[in-house]
Antibody
Framework: EEQLLESGGGLVQPGGSLRLSCAASGFSFGGYAMTWVRQAPGKGLEWVSLISTSGSSTFYATSVKGRFTISRDNSKDTLYLQMTTLRAEDTAVYYC???????????????WGQGTLVAVSS | QSVLTQPPSVSGAPGQRVTISCTGSSSNIGAGYHIHWYQQLPGTAPKLLIFGNTNRPSGVPDRFSGSKSGTSASLAITGLQAEDEADYYCQSYDSSLSAYVFGAGTKVTVL
């Protein structure tokens, strides 16, 4: 069974940093692009970042570009999101998901983790 | 403001058919990018419901169907059931934003 398990969330002060991890099992992690999607409390889904299968290509939403860094370790079947200069508006549940499609612009997100909560507050 | 516009809510009685629209523009749906749909039950992670405009993943009942035309897409639920109460999101890619985009979500209520 395909599983994604996020960890690393928590309470952090504005301007602080946090690193999220997403451990994959039950599928060929290295064969999938991976993505982070977040959901602020009571709000909708917002795409955050995506990384190619090899990790050589990365993409970011404008709202996090320059502050967040996505990476992956295919030898450990693990995805990461390094978040710096955190703001109150970054408060959300962060989901990792696998991304698949005929071409990158056609990607859908098929396997999802249960999410980890990041709260940015003083 | 989402670039993909969905109605905030739709409702129907058990057994009825409901549809959820997702309206975009020439830089996303109208550009030919695929539309995908997700179901999010209360307190849970989103689940892929429809991919590539019309395709259902294994295990998704055929009561759920997707369609696309021009700059819009729709999700139809036939034979509505109480367990279908959830939030539904459409998703695509936008070339102007160079980003994957979601609609704001539609809450389906079973009366």
């Amino acid at each position: 069974e395909e599983q994604l398990l996020e960890s690393g969330g928590g309470l952090v002060q504005p301007g602080g940093s946090l690193r999220l991890s997403c451990a994959a099992s039950g599928f060929s992690f290295g064969g999938y692009a991976m993505t982070w999607v977040r959901q602020a409390p009571g709000k909708g889904l917002e795409w955050v970042s995506l990384i190619s299968t090899s990790g050589s290509s990365t993409f970011y939403a404008t709202s996090v570009k320059g502050r967040f860094t996505i990476s992956r370790d295919n030898s450990k079947d693990t995805l990461y999101l390094q978040m710096t200069t955190l703001r109150a508006e970054d408060t959300a549940v962060y989901y990792c998901a696998s991304a698949y499609g005929v071409l990158p612009h056609y990607y859908h997100f098929d396997y999802w983790g249960q999410g980890t909560l990041v709260a940015v507050s003083s | 403001q989402s670039v993909l516009t969905q109605p905030p809510s739709v409702s129907g009685a058990p057994g009825q058919r409901v549809t959820i629209s997702c309206t975009g523009s020439s830089s996303n749906i109208g550009a030919g990018y695929h539309i995908h749909w997700y179901q999010q039950l209360p307190g849970t992670a989103p689940k892929l419901l429809i991919f590539g405009n019309t395709n259902r993943p294994s295990g998704v009942p055929d009561r759920f169907s997707g369609s696309k035309s021009g700059t819009s897409a729709s999700l139809a639920i036939t034979g509505l059931q109480a367990e279908d109460e959830a939030d539904y999101y459409c998703q695509s890619y936008d070339s102007s934003l160079s980003a994957y985009v979601f609609g704001a979500g539609t809450k389906v209520t079973v009366l």
